[in-house]
């Protein structure tokens, strides 16, 4: 069974870093693009990030570029989000999303407040 597990969020200062993870398990995760997803209170589920199979490809959305930062693991099964610069308008859930598989993270809690 498919299971995407995030971990990392938590309470951040503006300026701060957080580096977000999401474990794989249950399909072949080194074959699969994988990105990023966050949901602010009351606004709609918006993209932030893609990484392509093997990590050579990366794309941002412009309210994330320059600070953000995804990676991969393929042997560990995990991808990553470095958050640096972090603003308040960052604070969201943040998603792991496997777009080949349709499939969604739990999803963890990042608040950026001082």
């Known amino acids: 069974q498919v299971q995407l597990v995030e971990s990392g969020g938590g309470l951040v200062q503006p300026g701060g870093s957080l580096r977000l993870s999401c474990a794989a398990s249950?399909?072949?995760?080194?074959?699969?693009?994988m990105s990023w997803y966050r949901q602010a209170p009351g606004k709609e589920r918006e993209w932030v990030a893609f990484?392509?199979?093997?990590?050579?490809?990366?794309n941002y959305a412009d309210s994330v570029k320059g600070r953000f930062t995804i990676s991969r693991d393929n042997a560990a099964n995990t991808v990553y989000l470095q958050m640096n610069s972090l603003k308040p308008e960052d604070t969201a859930v943040y998603y792991c999303?496997?777009?080949?598989?349709?499939?969604w993270g739990q999803g963890t809690q990042v608040t950026v407040s001082s």
């Open positions: 999303y496997a777009p080949s598989r349709r499939y």
């Open positions: 249950g399909f072949a995760f080194s074959i699969y693009a």
């Open positions: 990484i392509s199979a093997t990590g050579g490809s990366t």
